[in-house]
């Protein structure tokens, strides 16, 4: 079974860019997240969608960042204008029903993202 | 708000040894889970646990939830090389916000 697909795998680009992190979440299940990994803040949570509908996004950083989920299968994670302090790895985990921490979450391999 | 702390940040082992995490919170827990993230990987879902004083195994690998629900611990008996990566615990507080534990980063010699 297809598990949580990201991509790209690895970005770098130039402060200032627009940059667009997309997620497909395993088929059938209801809830997405967005998390954002660095050493000095450790694995947060960044916002969540329950069937499609942001449920809690008050982990995102500033206006500098937005999140879609337009349908089942598909979100994305924007950060524009990109910042070198938005450099981490972002992952996007989906799990089965409703709820942040009542169920497992799948992660994916995550984005890699160095802002020059 | 809500702190999360696990305990040590960092364990080195010989192979062979047994080892033990923390995880702490200041406030009572609905529920826990644990999850391992190996190096340059992503976090895998090992287990939940919900009641009060629950104990879990999975092989090597015994969870349990404190009585006060606010504090849990991993253990692993005679650590492998396959075991090294960071363990994290994840909890959801009593108002069902959800936060992940800063991690134990465990190193096991061979």
């Known amino acids: 079974d297809a598990g949580v697909i990201q991509s790209p795998r690895h970005e770098v680009t130039e402060m200032g860019q627009e940059v667009t992190l997309r997620c497909k979440p395993i088929?059938?299940?209801?809830?997405l997240f967005w998390y954002r990994q660095t050493m000095m803040r450790g694995l947060e949570l960044l916002i969540y969608?329950?069937?499609?509908?942001?449920?809690?996004d008050s982990g995102m950083p500033e206006d500098r960042f937005s999140a879609k989920m337009p349908n089942a299968s598909f979100s994305t994670l924007k950060i524009q204008p990109s910042e070198p302090r938005d450099s981490a790895v972002y992952f996007c985990?989906?799990?089965?029903?409703?709820?942040?921490?009542?169920?497992?979450?799948?992660f994916g391999d995550g984005t890699r993202l160095s802002i020059l | 708000g809500q702190q999360v702390m696990q305990i040590p940040q960092y364990q080195h082992v010989q192979e062979g040894e047994d080892f033990t995490t923390y995880c702490n919170s200041s406030?009572?827990?609905?529920?826990i889970q644990w999850y391992k993230q190996r190096p340059g990987g992503h976090p895998v879902f090992l287990i939940q646990?919900?009641?009060?004083?629950e104990v879990k195994k999975q092989k090597r690998l015994t969870f349990q939830f404190g009585e006060a629900k606010k504090n849990s611990s991993l253990h692993i008996t005679a650590t492998q090389t396959t075991d090294v990566g960071t363990y994290f615990c994840?909890?959801?507080?009593?108002?069902?916000?959800?936060?992940f534990g800063t991690g134990t980063s465990l190193t096991v010699i061979p």
């Open positions: 985990a989906s799990s089965q029903f409703p709820g942040q921490g009542m169920w497992p979450q799948h």
């Open positions: 088929s059938g299940h209801n809830s």
């Open positions: 969608f329950n069937n499609n509908v942001p449920i809690d």
């Open positions: 406030t009572t827990l609905s529920n």
């Open positions: 646990l919900v009641k009060s004083g």
């Open positions: 994840a909890v959801t507080n009593t108002g069902n916000q959800f936060y």
